[in-house]
């Protein structure tokens, strides 16, 4: 049974730095592709980063900003978003499929986690 927990979401400053870890158990990490999209309320869902087959992808709405990263043998996938903007408020949900790749539509993913608030605010 595969399993997604993610952790490290927050409120921080405009400009502010948060590190989302996304912890995932039940499978080997290394055949999946797997990403980060969020919701706002009120908004449409935005993919935000995807990696897979040793590339990562961005949307460019965080470009220079995010980085994804992945540690297929500790099953952990990290988020590092720096120069955090009001706009990037949201839950962010770690999503995960051994079947898809990152040029799909991140939640039509098989599995997620229950998602983090980011809150981005002075």
């Known amino acids: 049974q595969v399993q997604l927990v993610e952790s490290g979401g927050g409120l921080v400053q405009p400009g502010g730095s948060l590190r989302l870890t996304c912890a995932v158990s039940?499978?080997?990490?290394?055949?999946?592709?797997i990403g980060w999209f969020r919701q706002a309320p009120g908004k449409e869902r935005e993919g935000v980063s995807c990696s897979s087959d040793y590339r990562t992808y961005y949307a460019d709405s965080v470009k220079g900003r995010f980085t994804i990263s992945r540690n297929n043998a500790k099953k952990m996938v990290n988020l590092q978003m720096n120069s955090l903007k009001p706009e990037d408020t949201a839950v962010y949900y770690c999503?995960?499929?051994?079947?898809?790749?990152?040029?799909?539509?991140?939640?039509?993913?098989?599995?997620w986690g229950q998602g983090t608030q980011v809150t981005v605010s002075s």
């Open positions: 999503v995960a499929d051994p079947f898809k790749s990152c040029g799909e539509i991140l939640w039509e993913y098989d599995h």
């Open positions: 039940g499978v080997r990490l290394d055949y999946y592709a």
